[in-house]
């Protein structure tokens, strides 16, 4: 019988082969089952041309933050769809806190919030995401 990996492990598997959240800066401050918090720095290439946090940026760390949160089961799941509120804005330096939770789960599907919000903790914007989950074990993409 094949031993279920932690969510940590879960994490570690998936952020070694997740360049683009390496890329984001993403750094994990906890992880447990159905849930994640991460935070990351706003970088000077991270800004739209009105010098604040392009919304590609929020949306994709909050999209990283459903991928971790809903594979720490272990078995592969991918977003089925997404829908992200942007709130406000965030500029060069501010620090962002993104934290999923997972408010159901299903047989196959779960839906995750998650909520991206300032380091004083005003919200940022607001991230609903619906996943699918395969057959596949996160072990098999060691």
């Known amino acids: 019988m094949e031993q279920v ?7 570690d598997i998936l952020m070694q082969g997740d360049a683009f959240s390496r890329w984001l800066g993403l750094e994990l401050d906890e992880i447990a089952p159905g849930s994640c918090k ?11 041309g009105f010098g604040i946090i392009h919304g590609g ?3 994709a ?11 720490t089961g272990g078995m592969l799941s991918v977003a089925l769809d997404a ?3 942007f709130i406000a804005s965030a500029k060069l330096h501010d620090v962002l806190y993104v934290e999923a939770k997972e408010m159901h789960r299903g047989r196959k599907t ?8 300032q380091q004083d903790g005003s919200l940022v914007a607001s991230f609903q995401g619906t996943a699918y989950q395969t057959t596949k074990t996160i072990r098999s993409l060691k």
């Open 61 to 71: 760390a909050a999209d990283s933050a459903l991928a971790f949160a809903c594979n």
């Open 83 to 85: 829908h992200i509120s």
């Open 38 to 48: 991460l935070h990351f720095s706003v970088t000077e290439n991270m800004l739209n």
């Open 5 to 11: 990996l932690s969510p940590q492990e879960v994490y």
């Open 57 to 59: 940026v929020v949306f």
């Open 110 to 117: 779960g839906f995750y919030d998650i909520r991206v919000t």
